[in-house]
C-alpha cells in the first residue's frame, strides 16, 4: 500500500532550536510538496518540487526555513531557529506533476515552546 | 490569493444534501476538492480542470464555472462518513501547488 511517510509525527522543542522534518515520497511521484497547516491560515504551501529541482519557495520565511530533496526518496524541511509562531502541522505530499492529485502524509505536528 | 468558501460550516441530518462553494478573484486553472477528517491528512477527492466541467463518484459530485472563476462541490444523500472539513484548492496555471481555502466543516447527524 503506497504512502506518503513523515518522520516525526509530533515534535515539542524549545525555541531557537533546530527542527528538520523528513518525508519519504510515494515512489515513482516526480513532484513534492510542503504545506503547513494552522487554525488561522489554514493549509499553506511552502515549497515545491520537481524532479528533486525546487520550483517554488516563496511560501516560506527564506531567513529560518529550507527545503531540500538530497534523492528522489528523501525530502527535508527544516527550521533554524524555530520560534513559537512556527508551531503547526507541517504536511508533505507527493504526486505527478500537471494537475493531477496529492497524496498526503500524516504530517508532523511541531510544537515550538 | 486565497479562494473564498462558504458556507464555514454546516450541520445536516444523514440523508439531506449539501453544496459547498468555493470562488476566486483570479483566473482559474484548475480546482481541486480534498476532504480532512480531524487529526487525519487531506485526501483528494476530484480535479476539475476545464470551465463547465462536473465531475462525480457515488453521490459526490462538482462543477467548474471557469468564467465566474467558482466551483461547486454537491453532496448528495449525505452519510455519517462524509463528516470532515472539506478544502478546495485552486491553482493558476502553470504551477503545481495549490493554494486552499480556509475550509467548509461538514457535520453529519444520524
Known amino acids: 500500500d503506497a504512502r506518503v511517510t513523515q518522520t516525526p509525527r509530533d515534535k515539542v522543542t524549545e525555541m531557537g532550536q533546530e527542527v528538520t522534518m523528513r518525508c519519504q515520497p510515494i515512489?515513482?511521484?516526480?513532484?513534492v510538496f510542503w504545506y503547513r497547516q494552522t487554525m488561522m491560515q489554514g493549509l499553506e504551501l511552502l515549497a515545491y518540487?520537481?524532479?528533486?529541482?525546487?520550483?517554488?519557495d516563496s511560501g516560506m520565511p527564506k531567513d529560518r526555513f529550507s527545503a531540500e530533496m538530497p534523492d528522489a526518496t528523501l525530502a527535508t524541511l527544516k527550521i533554524q531557529p524555530s520560534e513559537p509562531r512556527d508551531s503547526a502541522v507541517y504536511f508533505c505530499?507527493?504526486?505527478?506533476?500537471?494537475?493531477?492529485?496529492?497524496?498526503f502524509g500524516q504530517g508532523t505536528r511541531l510544537t515550538v515552546v | 490569493q486565497q479562494p473564498v468558501q462558504s458556507p464555514q460550516a454546516v450541520i445536516l441530518r444523514e440523508g439531506e444534501d449539501a453544496v459547498i462553494n468555493c470562488s476566486s478573484s483570479?483566473?482559474?486553472?484548475?480546482v481541486h476538492w480534498y476532504r480532512q477528517k480531524h487529526g487525519e491528512a487531506p485526501v483528494f477527492l476530484m480535479i476539475?480542470?476545464?470551465?463547465?466541467e462536473q465531475k462525480g463518484h457515488d453521490k459526490i459530485s462538482a462543477s467548474f464555472n471557469e468564467k465566474k472563476q467558482q466551483s461547486s462541490l454537491y453532496l448528495t444523500a449525505s452519510q455519517l462518513s462524509y463528516s470532515g472539513t472539506y478544502f478546495c484548492?485552486?491553482?493558476?496555471?502553470?504551477?503545481?501547488?495549490?493554494?486552499f481555502g480556509k475550509g467548509t466543516h461538514l457535520i453529519i447527524q444520524p
Open positions: 505530499a507527493s504526486g505527478f506533476s500537471g494537475n493531477t492529485e496529492a497524496f
Open positions: 483570479k483566473a482559474l486553472y484548475s
Open positions: 484548492g485552486t491553482s493558476g496555471g502553470g504551477a503545481d501547488g495549490l493554494t
Open positions: 515512489l515513482g511521484h516526480n513532484t
Open positions: 518540487f520537481r524532479n528533486r529541482a525546487p520550483l517554488d
Open positions: 476539475l480542470l476545464k470551465g463547465g
